[in-house]
Nanobody
Framework: QVQLVESGGGLVQAGDSLRLSCAASGRTFGSFAMGWFRQAPGKEREFVSIISWNGDNTYYADSVKGRFTISRDYAKNTVYLQMNSLKAEDTAVYYC???????????????WGTGTLVTVSS
């Protein structure tokens, strides 16, 4: 069992930066690919980014490529999402996710966090 707790969400202005954190419990953190999804009001949950179990590979949605950076700290069992140049369309609840392998499909996620709200005012 893996428990995921997100933090770092909030209200920012367009162009600002924000860093989300996701603390994972359990000793198996290093064996999971870790990712971020988001869900805007009235929309389906969508893939944002994912990092492989060893940190060697990262993937991004086209909408955030070049602005967001995912990373992980094995000593702290934490995955981060650095978000720069935020736009109003980035407003959503951001969910941390753990999966057995690299995936962009929310149906393939094994564990979810409860989410943290990011609101970007224009």
């Amino acid at each position: 069992q893996v428990q995921l707790v997100e933090s770092g969400g909030g209200l920012v202005q367009a162009g600002d930066s924000l860093r989300l954190s996701c603390a994972a419990s359990g000793r198996t953190f290093g064996s999971f690919a870790m990712g971020w999804f988001r869900q805007a009001p009235g929309k389906e949950r969508e893939f944002v980014s994912i990092i492989s179990w060893n940190g060697d590979n990262t993937y991004y949605a086209d909408s955030v490529k070049g602005r967001f950076t995912i990373s992980r700290d094995y000593a702290k069992n934490t995955v981060y999402l650095q978000m720069n140049s935020l736009k109003a369309e980035d407003t959503a609840v951001y969910y941390c996710a753990a999966a057995q392998g690299i995936t962009r499909a929310h149906s393939a996620i094994d564990y979810w966090g409860t989410g943290t709200l990011v609101t970007v005012s224009s």
